[in-house]
T-cell receptor, first 113, second 115 residues
Framework: NAGVTQTPKFRILKIGQSMTLQCAQD?????MYWYRQDPGMGLKLIYY???????DKGEVPNGYNVSRSTTEDFPLRLELAAPSQTSVYFC????????????FGSGTRLTVV | EDQVTQSPEALRLQEGESSSLNCSYT??????LFWYRQDPGKGPEFLFT???AGEEKEKERLKATLTKKESFLHITAPKPEDSATYLC????????????????FGKGTLLTVNP
């Protein structure tokens, strides 16, 4: 049971570069989320999806884009990376049919220099 | 707007010294309150879900309780392996649709247990 898989685990980007953070889950969950976690700031919601083809903005969506073409995958796109996007990014999924809230991936640590 | 405040920000205990972590919340209606444990360099790991005031859940040395305004995570006779950041999150009832399915997180409490 893989759960939620995030790739890559680490990445260094130069200012202005673009990249896609990958997230895949094998639990057939409808709901998927992207959070960023900065020291002392907690988890902030970037984007979320309630099913294939449906996405919506969270608290901090600027500078990011998402798509959800399948139930399994929910990639996060960073366009024109900025130092303010240096963070740890977590993908999560759930179906809320069992009382455990989210299942999280192991995170992607991104540094923009 | 849903809000979650955790205190203290950091807590240092000696092995065997029991204590409690606090999670205060403000939501229009509570669907569930969640506790997670996060180890350095890893994603949060589920501990408990609480749904209504008066509810309690236990797991090993941890016990979570819930009132109408706050939740406590009690740690009894902690061990060094309990050292981690503990996160609290709430799910609000909200309106119908996707907004029901987001969790709002507190900033966490960093617990250190010294041997």
């Amino acid at each position: 049971n893989a759960g939620v898989t995030q790739t890559p685990k680490f990445r260094i980007l130069k200012i202005g570069q673009s990249m896609t953070l990958q997230c895949a889950q094998d639990m057939n969950h409808n709901y998927m989320y992207w959070y960023r976690q900065d020291p002392g700031m907690g988890l902030k919601l970037i984007y979320y999806s309630v099913g294939a083809g449906i996405t919506d903005k969270g608290e901090v969506p600027n500078g990011y884009n998402v798509s959800r073409s399948t139930t399994e995958d929910f990639p996060l796109r960073l366009e024109l990376a900025a130092p303010s996007q240096t963070s740890v990014y977590f993908c999560a999924s759930t179906d809320f049919l069992v009382p455990y809230g989210y299942t999280f991936g192991s995170g992607t640590r991104l540094t923009v220099v | 707007e849903d809000q979650v405040t955790q205190s203290p920000e950091a807590l240092r205990l000696q092995e065997g010294e029991s204590s409690s972590l606090n999670c205060s919340y403000t939501v229009s209606g509570l669907r569930g309150l969640f506790w997670y444990r996060q180890d350095p360099g890893k994603g949060p790991e589920f501990l408990f879900t609480l749904y209504s005031a008066g509810e309690e859940k236990e797991k090993e040395r941890l016990k979570a309780t819930l009132t109408k305004k706050e939740s406590f995570l009690h740690i009894t006779a902690p061990k060094p392996e309990d050292s981690a950041t503990y996160l609290c999150a709430v799910q609000a009832t909200g309106d119908s649709g996707g907004s029901n399915y987001k969790l709002t997180f507190g900033k966490g409490t960093l617990l250190t247990v010294n041997p």
